[in-house]
Structures are given as structure tokens and as C-alpha cells.
């Protein structure tokens, strides 16, 4: 398949059209947040929140019987929050320091979800058929009316990064210096987190539990080694996770049998190796040859005071 029908196929055809909107909705939205817990050094938070979603998601559809998309992301959500408070609550009131609290409760609500989709599994009701592809995702079965719901939520959760955008600052680079000026940092803290909890929820169906943490980091990483400045790392995030987005679904477009959700992680994997190798003044490339260039520079310096002494 040439360029040409394959840029034809993502305009006109509805299942690559559909799939690439979805998971340039997920990129833009993970990317934007994601760069925000980059910088809170939170980034393990995202790989909790996503692995505590999924037995939100299984319980929603018992409860509900339904497996709409809002259903489940509303679940989901709900799930994400109550592994959030109890990270933060496992934190305040124990001596239990937050890496191990977010460990405790990644594995705990990730167990408690695989156990309600085995026994979901052994029911004669196949209506729960699908929901197994919230481990890994499962792009491919998107629909518009899915992807509508991911442009809402995550155009709200994008309105309020902005809106809070001199507040998000303070508390990502002083956080302390935000509270003297009497900005609420705590609940800025928790806004943040619930803003993560949607751009996390709005990509299971995509990504999927496993792989979803990878959306929220990577981005956020390759975007760090190409400037100081959060606009433009924000941006750039967001860019490289949409980007990632439309790459991985026309690549596993091109090859039966590829999942898209993986080939995404993949692609977006790439663009943070690329940028870490050769990214101007924190890329590995550069850095190995200024080092080199110093050496030179020292060498010759000492070879002319050596004559000089001579």
C-alpha cells in the first residue's frame, strides 16, 4: 500500500478514520498531563491510577449490565479516585512512604479486577465478552460515538489545565513558594490528579491497562530533553503523543494481526529514544560530544602551556 491510499484510507476509510481520532484524542490529552506528573516527579501515579481502573470498569458492567463507553469510563474514574485517596490516605496516616503505598494499591485493585473478569468469564451471560480487552486495549473496536465521548472529556480536562495554568505551575516548580502566596495547593494537587485520572480513563479502551502508564510518561519524557520551558514542553508532549497516536493505528493498519494498542507504546517509544540520542543540550549525542570536544580543547590548552613552559 502506497502513501497516497493510506492518507486516503485515514480520511475516507471509517474504521482507520475512527481508530486514528480516538488515539490522537488519547495522545494529546495523556501527553498534555503526563508532562505536568513528569515534572511533580509523579509519574508512577499514572501506572497506579490505570491498573486501579480496571476492576472499576468490571464492576461498572455488573452493576449496570451496560457497556457503553460513558458507563464504563465513569467506573472506571470512580475506581482511579478511590485508589488515589487511599494512596494519599495510606501516605498521611502511616509510615508507609508513597512509591510502596502506590505498589500496595496498584497490585491490590489490579489483582480484585482480574479476579471480577475470571469470574465474569465463567458466567453463561456472554454480554461480558469485550471486557478483557481493557488489559491491553483493543483500538480497533472504537466507534464514534467513543470517540465523541473521549473529545469530551478530554476537551474538558485540556479547558481546565489551562485555566489553571499559573497554578499548575507553581505547584509543579515551587510549590512552597505557591502556598505563601495563599494559593490552595492541596486542592490544586487533587485537581491535577483527578485531571490525570481522565486522561488515563479515556485510554483503556485504546491502550489498555497494562500500556497505559507508558502513554503518560513517554511523552512527557521525550518532550523534557527538547526545552526548558513547560509551554513548550507541554505542547510538545502533547504533539508527540498524538503523533504516536496516528502512527501506531496506520502501522498496525498496514500488518494483519498487529494490536494497536502496543504499536502505539512502540512508536511513542521511539520518538523518547530518538529525543533522549539527539535532542539539543540533554541528548545523549550531544552530550557525548561536547564531552569529546572538552577533551580536545583541554588537551591542545595543555599542550601550548607545555610549550610555553619549554
Known amino acids: 500500500?502506497?502513501?497516497?491510499?493510506?492518507?486516503?484510507?485515514?480520511?475516507?476509510?471509517?474504521?482507520?478514520?475512527?481508530?486514528?481520532?480516538?488515539?490522537?484524542?488519547?495522545?494529546?490529552?495523556?501527553?498534555?498531563?503526563?508532562?505536568?506528573?513528569?515534572?511533580?516527579?509523579?509519574?508512577?501515579?499514572g501506572d497506579a491510577i490505570s491498573h486501579a481502573a480496571l476492576p472499576g470498569v468490571v464492576l461498572a458492567f455488573m452493576i449496570t449490565g451496560l457497556k457503553g463507553p460513558t458507563t464504563l469510563m465513569l467506573g472506571a474514574a470512580?475506581?482511579?479516585?478511590?485508589?488515589?485517596?487511599?494512596?494519599?490516605?495510606?501516605?498521611?496516616?502511616?509510615?508507609?512512604?508513597?512509591?510502596?503505598?502506590?505498589?500496595?494499591?496498584?497490585?491490590?485493585?489490579?489483582?480484585?479486577?482480574?479476579?471480577?473478569?475470571?469470574?465474569?468469564?465463567?458466567?453463561?451471560?456472554?454480554?461480558?465478552?469485550?471486557?478483557?480487552?481493557?488489559?491491553?486495549?483493543?483500538?480497533?473496536?472504537?466507534?464514534?460515538?467513543?470517540?465523541?465521548?473521549?473529545?469530551?472529556?478530554?476537551?474538558?480536562?485540556?479547558?481546565?489545565?489551562?485555566?489553571?495554568?499559573?497554578?499548575?505551575?507553581?505547584?509543579?516548580?515551587?510549590?512552597d513558594f505557591g502556598a505563601s502566596l495563599?494559593?490552595?495547593?492541596?486542592a490544586l494537587d487533587v485537581l491535577i490528579t483527578l485531571l490525570l485520572v481522565v486522561a488515563i480513563v479515556i485510554g483503556l479502551q485504546s491502550v489498555g491497562v497494562v500500556l497505559m502508564s507508558a502513554m503518560i510518561v513517554a511523552p512527557a519524557a521525550a518532550a523534557r530533553q527538547w526545552s526548558d520551558r513547560l509551554g513548550v514542553m507541554v505542547a510538545l508532549s502533547a504533539f508527540f503523543g498524538a503523533t504516536a497516536g496516528v502512527a501506531g493505528t496506520l502501522i498496525?493498519?498496514?500488518?494483519?494481526?498487529?494490536?494497536?494498542g502496543p504499536v502505539i507504546v512502540l512508536c511513542i517509544s521511539v520518538i523518547a529514544a530518538f529525543s533522549l540520542a539527539v535532542a539539543p543540550n540533554r541528548g545523549l549525542l550531544w552530550g557525548w560530544w561536547r564531552q569529546r570536544r572538552q577533551r580536545q580543547l583541554l588537551t591542545a590548552e595543555l599542550m601550548e602551556a607545555d610549550q610555553g613552559v619549554r
Open 182 to 186: 495563599g494559593f490552595p495547593m492541596q
Open 1 to 45: 500500500m502506497d502513501l497516497a491510499q493510506l492518507f486516503h484510507d485515514l480520511l475516507f476509510d471509517y474504521t482507520l478514520r475512527t481508530v486514528a481520532a480516538g488515539t490522537a484524542v488519547l495522545g494529546l490529552v495523556s501527553g498534555t498531563l503526563g508532562a505536568f506528573a513528569l515534572l511533580r516527579k509523579q509519574s508512577l501515579v
Open 78 to 175: 470512580l475506581a482511579g479516585i478511590t485508589g488515589v485517596l487511599l494512596v494519599i490516605a495510606i501516605t498521611r496516616l502511616t509510615r508507609i512512604k508513597q512509591d510502596s503505598s502506590l505498589g500496595i494499591i496498584l497490585s491490590v485493585f489490579f489483582g480484585f479486577g482480574l479476579m471480577l473478569l475470571t469470574f465474569l468469564q465463567r458466567n453463561p451471560d456472554a454480554r461480558q465478552a469485550g471486557l478483557n480487552h481493557f488489559l491491553f486495549g483493543q483500538a480497533a473496536t472504537l466507534l464514534e460515538r467513543d470517540v465523541l465521548v473521549m473529545g469530551v472529556f478530554g476537551a474538558a480536562a485540556i479547558m481546565l489545565t489551562l485555566l489553571f495554568w499559573k497554578e499548575f505551575k507553581l505547584l509543579s516548580f515551587d510549590r
Open 252 to 260: 498496525s493498519g498496514l500488518a494483519a494481526g498487529l494490536s494497536t
